[in-house]
């Protein structure tokens, strides 16, 4: 066995020697990559993009599709050395999740890798009927290069061993109310003692396919940012296991049908052992191994009644306000923020809807939304900005103006984020009004006036007034005459 191997390497030496060194292309390169035109629904649309040549340092936006919503991202790098000269490749690939079937059109659209700009024509993506997931591939067993150059030696006896790996797809709740999120990741987990057994196979391309299948048309999915692969050491029971945490995303419901997750499966390279080692040789053989999840389903309850059910947002919710000054006149603009802060599906969540009122004006809002997704939990803070401009001084109750329904899971209870703040504006300011300093008739009439609004038509009723009192002694002039005349 052992000339063997030595004959080997001195053929490979014999016909790496005849090979020409591989030329690298001068200057980094970038190629666009889009995804399969015709899909199921089920599946994922991808565009990708390919970097050669040069560490990433910046990249423009991937484009929006109509009738798709962005589902995550993932990168694969490829290092080849060819001639002595490494060459690596770096993939970014962006999912896309249709919302419904049919016709959609991806217009042609252009990218800036490294300041490189490279365009892409678009292209008509074709949205199909969901299928049903194929049958996992058989295990696969390799013919060494040895065996197909000096024939196969003497039959190894392998076997293989028991291992304690499992993949699971795990729900962080069984029931929910519609908008209510649940939490979904998917986990494979294996013992210390079995890492020597197993190794991932070509993940980045089985990931695309399990989300395809996990992918819920009912629901609106928020991914958390995808990260490195890395093993984190838990207890389960009394057994130490190592968990890799592959996927992980944030589910909310759109109506009462329940989010059913099938089984799916994650092809991993697990080894065989020699059953009598021999030294100076490699006693294991590569095969394959497909673990399944086991299938989920979390039902979904309906809200309890109300009449705003259908637009009242669900989470853990409470109000944060500002404003933005502390004394108030009439005639300033100042700004009310109303925000809404906690666990929820922010992104759905619509602000309160300023109510009218005589005499004030209410421009906006402006939204601002800032959004975590750690620990398993989505949430955040959105804000609305209003612009206020009182026209009338008084008590101004914010409360009777800005409010919002929500529904709390954790209670299943409704509950009203009502303002707190009642400014109180003022008139306008009588500083303003420089007194004639020669007339001091203005002087002291400026400094004592009352600065209370009065109606728009006042001075047309004192004229009014005026008249029926000039036509009263008018009257009584002409009957003092006619006495006189008389007499």
């Given amino acids: 066995m052992a000339g063997r191997l030595f004959l080997f390497l001195l053929l490979l030496l014999a016909l790496g020697a005849g090979l020409p060194a591989g030329a690298q292309p001068a200057g980094p390169q970038v190629s666009i990559v889009p995804g399969k035109p015709s899909f199921p629904i089920n599946e994922y649309y991808t565009i990708s993009f390919r970097l050669r040549g040069a560490p990433l340092e910046r990249y423009s936006a991937f484009p929006d599709i109509e009738g798709f919503k962005k589902s995550g991202k993932s990168s694969t790098t490829t290092t080849r050395i060819t001639g002595g000269q490494t060459t690596t490749e770096l993939t970014i690939t962006q999912r896309y999740a249709a919302f419904a079937e049919g016709s959609f059109e991806l217009k042609p659209f252009s990218m800036t890798v490294n300041g490189i700009v490279v365009q892409s024509p678009g292209a008509t993506l074709r949205v199909g009927p969901q299928q049903a997931a194929p049958p996992p591939a058989a295990p696969l067993e390799g013919v060494g290069l040895l065996d197909q150059l000096f024939g196969k030696p003497k039959v190894q006896d392998?076997?293989?061993?028991?291992?304690?790996?499992f993949l699971a797809l795990v729900p962080d709740k069984a029931t929910v109310f519609v908008g209510e999120g649940v939490h979904v990741a998917l986990y494979f987990y294996l013992t210390p003692e079995d890492q020597g057994l197993l190794k991932f196979y070509d993940f980045q391309r089985q990931l695309p396919d399990i989300l395809g299948q996990l992918h819920q048309r009912t629901a609106w999915e928020e991914p958390f940012d995808e990260q490195e692969v890395l093993p984190e050491t838990i207890t389960v029971g009394t057994k130490t296991y190592l968990r890799y945490r592959l996927y992980e995303a944030q589910f909310y419901p759109l109506n009462t049908q329940p989010l059913?997750?099938?089984?799916?499966?994650l092809q991993m390279i697990k080894y065989k052992v020699a059953r009598k080692p021999e030294p100076g040789v490699d006693n294991q053989m590569a095969g394959y191994k497909t673990y399944f999840t086991d299938a989920r389903t979390v039902q979904v309850r309906p809200l309890p009644p109300h009449p705003l059910r259908d637009q009242v947002p669900v989470g853990e919710y409470r109000l944060r306000e500002a404003i933005s000054r502390s004394a108030f006149r009439t005639?300033?603009?100042?700004?009310?923020?109303?925000?809404?802060?906690?666990?929820?599906?922010l992104a759905a969540l619509s602000g309160p809807a300023a109510a009218s009122r005589p005499g004030l004006e209410v421009y906006g809002p402006d939204v601002q939304q800032e959004q975590t997704r750690q620990g398993g939990r989505v949430g955040g803070r959105k804000s609305f900005r209003f612009r206020l401009v009182p026209r009338r001084p008084g008590l101004l109750p914010l409360d009777s103006l800005f409010s919002l329904v929500v529904f709390?899971?954790?209670?299943a209870r409704y509950d009203t984020l009502r303002s707190d703040l009642q400014p109180q504006v003022r008139g306008a300011d009588r500083s303003a009004f420089r007194a004639l300093p020669s007339d001091p008739f203005y002087q002291d009439v400026l400094t004592r006036t009352d600065n209370t609004l009065q109606p728009l038509d006042v001075y047309d009723d004192v004229r009014r007034y005026s008249n029926f009192l000039l036509l009263g002694l008018l009257v009584l002039a002409v009957f003092g005459c006619w006495r006189a005349w008389r007499s």
């Fill in 408 to 411: 709390n899971p954790a209670t």
């Fill in 260 to 265: 059913r997750f099938p089984v799916v499966g």
């Fill in 158 to 165: 392998y076997v293989e061993p028991r291992d304690n790996a």
């Fill in 331 to 345: 005639g300033q603009t100042f700004d009310y923020t109303f925000s809404v802060v906690g666990i929820g599906n």
